[in-house]
């Protein structure tokens, strides 16, 4: 079944954008899912699950973030960040939560709209707890306005995961949180399309990371 699931997400990737694309996304899937030990591989429309909410007309299909740029967005975080709690807003089947546990958050958190997405992060989940016992999670199915942002949440992850309107109301919710508790929080930002928003929030990108023109993410601070 992986194995059809990475065939079909190749031929998604190869005739939406291009083959060399689709090639080197295949290569970083295959490689990532069996080092990272997770099943997350898949192109899904949202119109086919089962969600929380009325937002699906502002939400994007599921994809999961290429490990490329997951990976180099992770590098990048200080040590001292990894003690407090890792958030993916829009976290499908839970893949950069389990990558950030690998990379030494003790404490990761989700939230989806979409049921069978969270299921099968909780599976994820699970798995990547055996490998690093010390793994503390928890997922919400929820509608995105319906999120409190923990005041010991350090790090903020989003993969493209709404249009223009959500994008707005989750920086709001940050706003708020770093109001309620000023602190240094890193917001890892994925094919950041709508970068724009927080910019005029008055955040800055301290790091960039872009590759053939399609995989980019960026890290987001507020000064």
């Excluded at 299909?61 to 807003?89: C, S, W």
């Excluded at 829009?90 to 990761?108: D, H, N, W």
């Excluded at 508790?181 to 990108?205: A, I, K, M, N, S």
């Excluded at 995989?215 to 601070?221: M, P, Q, R, S, T």
């Amino acid at each position: 079944m992986k194995l059809i699931n990475h065939i079909k997400y190749f031929y998604y990737i190869a005739s939406n954008w291009n083959l060399r694309l689709g090639f080197f996304t295949l290569l970083q899937e295959l490689k990532g899912e069996r080092k990272y030990r997770l099943d997350t591989t898949s192109f899904i429309q949202l119109t086919n699950l089962k969600l929380k909410g009325n937002q699906l007309k502002y939400a994007t299909e599921y994809m999961p973030v290429n490990y490329f740029t997951l990976e180099a967005l992770m590098h990048r975080i200080p040590e001292e960040l990894k003690q407090g709690i890792f958030l993916d807003i829009g976290c499908g089947k839970g893949r950069a939560m389990c990558v950030a546990a690998a990379f030494g958050y003790k404490q990761v958190a989700g939230i989806d709209f979409a049921k069978q997405l969270i299921n099968a992060a909780e599976k994820n989940l699970e798995r990547t707890k055996k490998r690093h016992p010390l793994t503390q999670y928890h997922l919400a199915w929820a509608d995105v306005l319906e999120l409190h942002i923990n005041e010991q949440v350090t790090t903020i992850f989003l993969f493209n995961p709404f249009d223009e309107f959500l994008v707005k109301q989750v920086i709001q919710k940050i706003n708020s949180s770093l109001e309620k508790r000023p602190r240094r929080l890193l917001v890892l930002y994925c094919t950041p399309q709508h970068e724009h928003l927080f910019f005029d929030e008055g955040f800055d990108v301290i790091f960039r990371i872009k590759k053939f023109d399609y995989l980019e993410g960026v890290i987001l601070e507020k000064k």
